[in-house]
């Protein structure tokens, strides 16, 4: 019934080869347009000025630019509403941002579009001491929900590696994870509610605590996750959690990335609950240790895993005393244990600092991510690392292990152009490798426009055209960020229904 | 229905998929005595049935063992679609923490099988082994448990599902990480059958706790034991669930703690020392028995609502509610809600129940009807989606189910 486009189809695909995704000039918005924009939220946060604009041509993907033809920065949710009203009424496609730190291009403007971000929209609306609730601004800065929340004695549990600068509103949208997630869960565990400007600028509140959930369906759920392209979650209900009494953080050193990966499979069987489970390979230590970040890993280490619980502090030295054993059964060369906060930090050092510390042995850094079983990790990695050989490529990896979620990271030079497309094959290929393995094209990072040519590897035509359809309830004509999330389809003989299926191509 | 309707449909199915039978409370909460049921044996007679259904104009009323289905009003003619013969482990790997298998298995079943390798599926609805794998996740109901565990929709990893014209998809997947596309498989969750008929699911699977104790308080006065409960709830520490039950006789509070002998020890000291009280304290199995005793009780009853609010307000809920004579009240302290079961005998069901309508909702809570005396007329009991969240869902309705062919969102 559907069919991809060929190529040639369809505009020229995002790719790490052309580097940016349009080579032509962005049209401006309409002057009546910029005016009446500026009307609902100040001429001051309608940013047209070409300079300006390139700041907002990429999100953490940079591989893929484009300058959007104008960026709103509304305060409320009525502004947000008045400007998706006025945008849609004109036919002009919009682009949610938070702080675009996202890894698959889920901000990038489309040659129509206009971004709306959330910068302004940062106030913590309410914190629910008694039902453990608070409800945010899509613009509050992750970290800082928990800063706000500690006092308390509570805080936020989702902490991707970005949480000092990505935002609630682009954790909604990817569903975004983060080492701690093993123990906690992703995003979607933690909204409660939401209100959403929907298309045309309609205000919806979705949920809630307290409201009975079998009255209708998870419509939160739904919109958690959907990247941008159902609408903008414009204030966020999220569920807090205590905070933990006691946090023993331990790191062992491997020889291999096979017996670090067998010590965590060792670790989960014997019914531990870490609150993560990371490892990093031996290029990332080499990596790190040529940084500023070093920690005075052994060079030789194949790999190390930093393996942390949190709870009541009296069973917890008991977790890592099991744990430390599982490490030292699977030929561990040493375990430390962190006894105080700044030992922690320095444990933790060579994971969260691994993505700066590339920097120092290529120019440019493809960061991959995917999903595994756990028990197909030893296979895989030894997968990618032949992938890596064939192509000449150096491919360090870190991941959340005891999620079986991996960040292949491929390290290349842009200015050669045949690495480029050593890396772009080497990618696919990456990808056909874990969805083989019986895992998925992404565990955290979203789709975005990067993984958009992989969707068809994990889902047949039946599964991406009841995305599509899903998407069609929220967004019917897809104006927001459409381009987004699925691969370009057709229906076989259909005709005006045609470019809607095509999801804004 | 029809006799040759169910001609037509006999000839395209096995023997076997016929001849099975239902619980007679089904018939109870659909108000009507027995139809036709139908049992397929896989995913592709269950898209067979479906597809009959549509050009049929027959409408399908999807369960698994039927024995918990939720009252509805079946207006034109149906026939019963039961899973039960859809009922193997697919694919069980101990050390990925993860299980799939067919609809119609029963969590009891499961429970066996991941008993064995110390793993377990924390969600403890009422009676809850008897309940199917499909129905469960159909229902999206989770218990108590979701106070220290978090909710099913969150574990569900992926399912097959057969929607309501007959269009079979694979949902997700079987990894416990995964945003590859727009995340349908959380509206199936909860969605009582009413878009698709989920034909397998996987799940995520938790390590048995190494103690699961139970600390116990009773008392003849209910207020008392839920300033007990709230200080419970908002403690330091994250119990695997909190339930108060009350009875016009008094109440009891159950605090279910997790984890290592040590680690469950200390933290009932900090919840003894954080609420001023002290617990008597059960250990499996006697716990057990208790706890079953206490989820299971009224599951049989034919009179029986369930209120939601926020969980602070449990405690002024449960004032209304215990007025009524001769209820008996579940309350999930955590999550916020409160089954009530109530006496068939009660005097002028209809006005009591308004009257408690009108009072929870003053109170900012919501009531809904579980199951319902045949006599009454309880359809305004059934509570109602905020009217844009309706639209959204009827959209989604008819993606999923284009010619109605399931009961549901109407």
């Known amino acids: 019934m559907y069919r991809l486009l060929e190529k040639g189809d369809e505009e020229p695909v995002a790719s790490l080869l052309t580097g940016k995704v349009s080579s032509g000039m962005t049209r401006p918005l309409p002057s009546t347009v910029v005016s009446d924009l500026a009307e609902i939220v100040g001429h001051e946060h309608v940013i047209t000025d070409p300079d300006r604009l390139l700041v907002y041509e990429s999100d953490g993907l940079t591989a893929y630019r484009r300058p959007p033809r104008a960026v709103v920065l509304p305060s409320s949710t009525e502004e947000i509403s008045a400007v998706v009203g006025l945008l849609h009424s004109n036919g002009i496609e919009v682009i949610p941002r938070g702080a675009g730190t996202g890894l698959s291009g889920g901000a990038l403007a489309t040659p129509e579009g206009v971004i709306v971000g959330t910068a302004r929209m940062n106030r913590i609306l309410k914190i629910d001491v008694e039902n453990r609730i608070a409800i945010a601004q899509p613009g509050v800065i992750n970290a800082h929900l928990t800063e706000a929340t500690n006092s308390y004695g509570l805080y936020y549990a989702p902490d991707p590696s970005s949480q000092s600068a990505c935002t609630l509103g682009g954790n909604v949208a990817e569903n975004s994870g983060g080492p701690h997630c093993l123990k906690y869960g992703v995003t979607a565990r933690y909204v409660t509610g939401l209100t959403v400007v929907l298309a045309g600028g309609r205000i919806v509140e979705l949920g809630g605590v307290g409201r009975d ?5 998870d419509l939160v759920g739904l919109f958690v996750g959907s990247e941008g392209c159902f609408g903008i979650a414009t204030e966020i209900e999220l569920r807090l959690l205590p905070i933990t009494e006691g946090v023993r953080t331990l790191l062992g050193i491997f020889e291999s990335v096979e017996s670090a990966g067998r010590a965590v499979t060792k670790i989960i069987a014997s019914g531990l609950m870490p609150a993560a489970v990371e490892i990093v390979d031996g290029p990332t230590i080499e990596a790190v240790e040529a940084s500023v970040f070093a920690a005075g890993y052994p060079l030789e280490a194949g790999a190390a895993l930093v393996i942390e619980f949190d709870g009541t502090d009296t069973g917890l030295d008991l977790d890592a005393d099991r744990a430390e054993q599982c490490c030292l059964e699977e030929g561990a060369i040493e375990v430390q244990r962190a006894t ?7 444990l933790w050092t060579a994971r969260k600092k691994a993505f700066g510390a590339m920097g120092r042995i290529a120019p440019d850094l493809l960061v991959q991510d995917a999903t595994v079983p756990r028990t197909k990790l030893p296979e895989v990695l030894a997968g990618i690392d032949d992938i890596g050989n064939r192509y000449g490529l150096k491919i360090a990896n870190v991941f959340h292990a005891g999620d079986g979620n991996l960040h292949p990271n491929i390290l290349f030079d842009r200015q050669n152009q045949n690495e480029l497309e050593s890396v772009e094959r080497a990618s696919k290929e990456i990808m056909q490798l874990c969805v083989d393995a019986g895992g998925t094209i992404t565990g955290e990072h979203g789709v975005g426009v990067d993984k958009r040519q992989y969707m068809t590897l994990v889902h047949g035509p039946a599964e991406l055209e009841a995305m599509a359809a899903a998407k069609r309830v929220f967004d019917p004509a897809s104006l927001f960020n459409p381009g987004k999330v699925l691969p370009a389809v057709e229906v076989k003989g259909a005709t005006d229904t045609a470019k809607i299926l095509a999801i804004g191509e | 229905m029809r006799v040759d309707l169910t001609d037509s ?14 619980p007679s409370s089904l018939w109870a909460a659909l108000r009507t005595g027995v139809e036709t049921v139908v049992a397929p044996g896989s995913a592709e007679e269950v898209a067979t049935i479906l597809k009959w259904a549509s050009e ?7 369960i698994g063992t039927g024995a918990h289905t939720y009252p509805r009003y079946p207006k034109d003619p149906f026939i019963v679609l ?3 013969r859809l009922n193997e482990i697919q694919h069980y790997e101990p050390a990925d923490l993860t299980i799939t298998a067919s609809a119609g298995a029963l969590i009891r079943d499961l429970s066996t099988e991941t008993a064995i390798h110390g793993q377990w599926l924390p969600f403890d609805p009422p009676d809850v082994p008897n309940r199917t794998l499909g129905g469960l996740v159909a229902t999206g109901l989770s218990g108590p448990l979701w106070a220290g565990y978090g909710q099913l929709r969150n574990h569900v990893l992926g399912a097959t599902i057969v929607c309501g014209d007959g269009r079979a998809l694979r949902l997700g997947g079987k990894v416990v990480k995964n945003v590859a596309g727009f995340d349908i498989l959380k509206v199936m969750v909860g969605s009582r059958g009413e878009l698709a008929v989920i034909t397998s699911v996987t799940v995520r699977l938790f390590p048995l706790p190494v103690v699961d104790q139970l600390l116990v308080l009773e008392a003849a006065d209910v207020s008392e034991l839920v300033s007990t409960a709230r200080a419970v709830a908002t403690a330091p520490i994250m119990p695997a669930s909190i339930i108060l039950s009350a009875t016009s006789d008094g ?46 009780s009224g599951i049989n009853t034919e009179f029986a609502v369930r209120v939601w609010a926020l969980p602070s307000r449990i405690g002024v809920l449960l004032d209304v509610l215990k007025q009524v004579p001769g209820v008996s009240l579940n309350a999930d302290v955590y999550g916020g809600s409160v089954r009530a079961y109530l006496p068939v005998n009660l005097s002028d069901i209809e006005s009591s129940l308004a009257g408690l309508q009108k009072d929870i909702e003053e109170l900012g809570g919501t009531i809904r009807a579980l199951r319902i005396p045949a006599e009454v007329n309880a359809s305004s009991y059934f509570a ?23 009961w549901g969102i109407e």
């Open chain 2, 9 to 22: 449909l006999s000839r395209l199915l096995p023997e076997e998929a016929f001849g099975h039978s239902v």
């Open chain 2, 56 to 62: 049929m104009g027959v409408r399908v009323v999807p």
């Open chain 2, 251 to 296: 109440g009891r509070l159950l605090v279910r703690l997790h984890g290592a002998r040590v680690s469950v020890e200390a933290d009932q000291k900090r919840l003894e020392k954080h609420t001023g009280v002290s617990f008597e304290v059960r250990n499996t199995p006697e716990a057990e028995s208790l706890l079953v005793q206490e989820r299971g």
């Open chain 1, 340 to 346: 105080d906060p700044e030992h922690r930090v320095k």
């Open chain 1, 213 to 217: 959930p079998y009255t209708t369906l």
């Open chain 2, 82 to 84: 039961t899973t039960s």
């Open chain 2, 384 to 406: 109602k989606p905020l009217v844009d969240e309706g639209e959204l869902a009827a959209g989604l309705k008819r993606a999923f189910d284009p010619h109605a062919v399931l």
